[in-house]
């Protein structure tokens, strides 16, 4: 992750520039609307983008089952689940999902990728992920009725993979909210609170740091605050939270306000698949980070 | 016989300013300008107080009497003294949307009732949002989504439970879900292993496969329901949240208005429709704060009548009187290219403005106005205001618009109109004498008395206040007084035409102004009469010029047969004016044939052809009682050569023929008006200030020598009311007024000879001007008798001209 640090009296980079963004495409409205983002991303920070269609191994394997059938999400209706036709349907899905990304690619100037694995979907996305990468994933809001019980593909794949993951609904963030922080647990809290702060500045909005409980504003992160502050113009404000859990945290936000979230990979909630549940409840995107 | 020509007191009744007890007329300021209007008042009077349907008014007289005056004078007295009519008020009509409701509540609180809208529109759209943003609503509606998205997974997790118990994969497709067997790392069966597997094994799983689908197929099936329900209690909440923002608002207001059904009714549905539309509410915002305003105009009060600073009952004047200024109209305003309307852009018209008062109508405007006549008879027969626009008669728009609900209508109106307005109506429209059924007839004159004097003495003092011109003394109020006289042609009756009297008084004005004067003299009114006379006598004078040069022949002087001259009156515009006209005759013998030449060249009017007969017979009758009249005559208006009608010169016909039967000159120095009836007797005759004008002029130019002047009837010297110039004249002895009862009368003025009575054997005397004229036609009647008695050819008169059967077959 390219962070410009503001920590110092100078700003230096702590780490080597992002190269890639990577966006995860299928046909839903949610990964319509991470492949713009991703191609906005990839456009600020000059990197490349790569957009990965992953052919499900598993899905592949059951329309191979002489008994499988598909179940209709919005009749309830069964009908047979061919493989031929399966690979057909795959086949043409990659075609337009290609011509999507060259489109997006193309107005924004950008250098753009188009790859398709076949294989089971975190695996995938985390062979083609590197650990300076971003993965942008869609959160599809009719998944999000039933995924939570199967797992969602956004929350599955923050979980799995090594790389930031950004997960963009399809509604457009209001632009006067403010950027939300949960304080890192861990013994350097430098990455997440900088990625926040520097999205925060990108936007010119407000940063709001939800403090642990137990804990207060440490002497670093005041310092740090009271420096950004002042360098941008827009003020930090600290608000605490009873405890870390999925619920509360979505509380939190929605008394703050928050227009986007930014939270460590390491931090509690994340840390069952349960708290991955979090990246469902939410209306704005998130941004999960190591 | 001596006919004794008038005096000069006869042919001008003087208004003595002795008999005026004041100097100027700023003495008199105060007085009305009703006088002489008793039976219109009373009428008024009447028609006002019946309350029933129908008894509308129609106010009769020509222009510039003063009807619109002394009707609004009356009807603001009366009105003053009336209850003040209640305020109208027009809202939005939640059930159909295009029936906007009326409300009626007593003056000043319709205004009220305005500002308590707007002001509870104004705190709807804060409380509103605010109820909305609570915290409280947010986590009521994070927990009814949290809820229904618990019980989508609870049923989910149960499946994909006891699908992982059976080694079961649930996994998600393009359009849904499928299942699969799992193999001992998680990942679905490779499709070549599962077909390995004994068959019971696959049967197995097959079967658990099956009964999942099913299971999920329920699940599936049930979540239209359990979203329905879900959006139930969402709806629940936004009408909770609604209630609780705008409930204790509304409470308020229904406290205070209570004694307003209409209005208890207009809160109710801002509550329902508050309630019913809160999703759309609180969707709103931002860009779409017009269409927020919008909705809220819904709620807000069009005040259509506003009664709150009147005092009494309205006295309306509508002076364009439209089908829409009638019973008002719904304007349109143009949106995104559509024509779009609402409630508020509901305009009042005349009637609504003047319920429960008196609308003032001008009768000729509103027949001339396309259905304007038709709208006021429906709005007067149903007692409501249709507010409809006239496109929707006749299908020329079609648009949205609106119907708002008719008001109840209770007002008099008035019309004002000629009266050949208001006969037509009578005759040719059934529906006029229903509602109408007052008429207020409004005198054009009224008697000239010592106390009618003083009255119209002060109608003059109010006119001149009304007019703003400089106060007049008594001269010149007396000068006005004899003037009104003139214009009734009458000298014992007053004109009460004050439109005419108000223009006169500004005119003298500006004499006064010119010579300085603080006062209007009577110079200063006979320089306006004169001026007004001069203005309109460019026709007059050309043909005064035309007579000195004999262009047109016209004799003052001397003596001749068959000749006499006549009198005719020409209207130019408000002007009339005299002139002579020369009336010649011939005679021969015929069989008793009068041709009118007037009539024969198509020029003359009925009442001149029934003059003529009038004529003829009583000529018959006197001088051929026994016998044939064996007479062919015919009778002509000398340069004559537009039309003429009536029958006043009669007399003057019969004088003329007279002379010649009779070879008695007549005297040219003498003009005849008047017209004769079968008896002979002389009857009254109208303008005959003017004729006798138009004569003296023309004789004063050539030089009046004392035997001049003009017989007219002797029921016309009341009507005398001459110029100044005559009655200095008259009363100088150079020019005479000779009053005529009988045609025998002019014919020994004009002859100088003896007309001559009939004796008891009915001849007449010798050397009298009837015994020439008998003698005359007694010859032309042995003549006849002679001359057909034998082969029954044409006769010849005593002048040797052939008299033709054709002739004479043309008076059958």
Not at chain 2, 138 to 153: I, K, S, T
Not at chain 2, 222 to 228: D, G
Not at chain 2, 376 to 398: C, D, G, M, N
Request: with cysteine; net charge negative.
């Amino acid at each position: 992750m390219a962070i410009t640090s503001v920590t110092g009296k100078t700003a230096v980079k702590s780490e080597p520039a992002v190269t890639r963004i990577l966006v995860l495409l299928d046909d839903t409205r949610g990964a319509r609307a991470a492949l713009e983002t991703a191609a906005d991303l990839a456009a600020h920070q000059h990197a490349e983008l790569v957009g990965l269609f992953v052919e499900d191994t598993d899905l592949l394997r059951s329309a191979g089952l002489p008994f499988s059938h598909e179940i209709s999400m919005t009749s309830g209706q069964t009908r047979p689940l061919e493989a031929a036709l399966v690979e057909r349907e795959l086949r043409e899905r990659a075609r337009l999902l290609e011509q999507a990304l060259a489109s997006a690619g193309t107005r924004r100037a950008l250098r753009w990728r188009f790859e398709v694995g076949r294989d089971r979907l975190e695996r995938a996305a985390d062979t083609a992920a590197e650990p300076r990468d971003t993965l942008v994933v869609g959160r599809n809001g009719w998944r999000r009725h039933y995924g939570p019980a199967m797992g969602s593909v956004a929350s599955r794949l923050a979980r799995a993979t090594r790389c930031s993951v950004l997960v963009v609904g399809e509604e457009r963030p209001r632009h006067d909210r403010p950027v939300v922080v949960l304080q890192p647990g861990g013994d350097d809290p430098s990455p997440t609170l900088d990625t926040a702060i520097r999205l925060a500045r990108d936007r010119s909005r407000p940063l709001c740091i939800l403090l642990r409980p137990g804990s207060g504003p440490s002497a670093e992160l005041e310092r740090l605050a009271g420096e950004w502050s002042r360098r941008v113009g827009t003020p930090i404000r600290f608000e605490h939270i009873a405890d870390t859990r999925a619920p509360t945290l979505v509380e939190a936000l929605h008394r703050a306000e928050g227009q986007a979230l930014v939270i460590s990979r390491a931090s509690e909630p994340l840390a069952t698949a349960e708290g991955y549940r979090l990246l469902d409840e939410l209306d704005v995107p998130v941004l999960v980070i190591d | 016989m001596t006919i004794t020509p008038l005096t000069a007191d006869q042919v001008y009744q003087r208004c003595d300013p002795a008999a005026l007890d004041f100097d100027t007329t700023d003495e008199l300021r105060g007085a009305g300008t009703i006088i002489g209007q008793e039976r219109a008042i009373e009428a008024l009077r009447l028609g006002t107080g019946v309350r029933n349907n129908g008894f509308n008014l129609f106010v009769l007289g020509p222009g510039g009497v003063g009807k619109h005056e002394v009707v609004s004078q009356f009807l603001h007295e009366r009105a003053s003294g009336e209850a003040t009519p209640p305020d109208w008020c027009l809202v939005h009509d939640f059930n159909t949307g295009n029936r906007p409701r009326l409300i009626r509540l007593p003056p000043g609180d319709g205004r009220r009732l305005c500002k308590v809208i707007e002001d509870l529109v104004q705190e709807l759209r804060t409380a509103l949002p605010a109820a909305f943003e609570s915290d409280e609503f947010q986590r009521r509606m994070r927990e009814l989504q949290q809820e229904m998205g618990q019980r989508h997974q609870q049923a989910f997790r149960e499946i994909q439970e006891a699908a992982d118990q059976q080694g079961i994969a649930l996994l998600q497709t393009q359009n849904g879900f499928t299942f699969a067997p799992k193999d001992e790392n998680g990942e679905v069966m490779d499709p070549e292993r599962f077909r390995e597997l004994p068959e019971e094994r696959r049967e197995a799983i097959e079967k658990a496969v099956g009964e999942l689908q099913e299971r999920l197929q329920a699940v599936i099936q049930q979540m239209p329901r359990w979203r329905k329900e879900a959006q139930e209690k969402i709806r629940s909440l936004h009408e909770e949240m609604a209630v609780f923002a705008v409930g204790h608002l509304l409470e308020d207001l229904h406290g205070k208005w209570a004694d307003y059904p209409g209005v208890i009714g207009h809160l109710d549905a801002i509550r329902e429709d508050v309630t019913a539309n809160v999703e759309a509410l609180i969707g709103q915002g931002g860009e779409q704060g017009q269409s927020l305003q919008a909705f809220f105009r819904r709620y807000e009060v069009n005040l259509l009548v506003d009664n709150a600073e009147q005092q009494g009952a309205r006295v309306v004047y509508e002076d364009m009187p439209s089908h829409q200024r009638l019973v008002g109209r719904v304007e349109h305003q143009v949106h995104q290219g559509a024509l779009v309307t609402d409630h508020h852009l509901v305009r009042a018209g005349a009637l609504h403005r003047a319920n429960g008062g008196y609308l003032i109508l001008d009768a000729r405007k509103v027949l001339t106005q396309p259905l304007a006549w038709e709208s006021l008879k429906r709005a007067l027969f149903s007692r409501r205001v249709h507010t409809e626009p006239p496109e929707q008669y006749f299908s020329l728009i079609s648009t949205v618009t609106l119907e708002p609900e008719p008001m109840p209508l209770d007002v008099k109106v008035i019309l004002l109109g000629e009266r050949s307005l208001y006969y037509l109506l009578t005759a040719y429209d059934p529906d006029f004498a229903e509602l109408f059924k007052i008429e207020a007839d409004f005198e054009e004159d009224l008697a000239r008395t010592d106390e009618s004097i003083h009255d119209y003495a002060r109608l003059v003092a109010t006119l001149a206040g009304e007019r703003e011109v400089r106060p007049l003394d008594r001269q010149a109020v007396a000068r006005v007084i004899e003037h009104a006289s003139r214009m009734a042609d009458d000298s014992e009756r007053l004109s009460i035409h004050n439109r005419a009297i108000g223009d006169l008084l500004v005119e003298a004005n500006q004499w006064a102004i010119r010579d300085d004067s603080r006062n209007i003299r009577a110079d200063d009114i006979q320089q306006a009469i004169d001026h007004q006379v001069y203005r309109a006598s460019r026709v007059r004078e050309n043909i005064d010029r035309a007579i000195q040069r004999e262009t047109l022949l016209i004799d003052t002087a001397g003596s001749a047969v068959g000749q006499v001259n006549g009198l005719s009156v020409m209207q130019l515009g408000g002007q009339a004016f005299g002139r002579p006209a020369r009336i010649t005759a011939t005679a021969r013998l015929g069989r008793g044939h009068m041709v009118d030449i007037e009539r024969e060249a198509k020029l003359g009017g009925n009442i001149h052809s029934k003059g003529m007969m009038i004529l003829s017979n009583l000529l018959a009758s006197r001088f051929a009682g026994e016998a044939p009249l064996s007479l062919a005559a015919s009778i002509a208006f000398e340069q004559s050569y537009g039309g003429i009608d009536g029958d006043s010169a009669s007399v003057a016909e019969y004088c003329v023929l007279c002379s010649v039967l009779s070879g008695h000159g007549l005297a040219q120095g003498i003009a005849v008006t008047g017209s004769v009836n079968q008896h002979g007797q002389v009857q009254a005759v109208g303008g005959v200030n003017e004729k006798i004008e138009g004569f003296f002029d023309v004789c004063s130019q050539r030089g009046l020598d004392g035997r001049q002047g003009v017989a007219l009837p002797r029921a016309n010297i009341a009507n005398l009311m001459l110029h100044p110039r005559v009655v200095d004249a008259v009363a100088a002895g150079r020019f005479h007024i000779w009053p005529l009862s009988h045609v025998d009368d002019a014919l020994t003025l004009l002859t100088g000879t003896e007309a001559g009575v009939v004796d008891a054997d009915g001849h007449f005397p010798d050397g009298t001007v009837n015994r020439a004229v008998a003698d005359r036609l007694r010859h032309f009647a042995k003549l006849a008798e002679r001359r057909s008695g034998g082969d029954g050819a044409a006769v010849k008169s005593d002048n040797g001209d052939n008299v033709g059967d054709g002739e004479d077959g043309r008076e059958e």
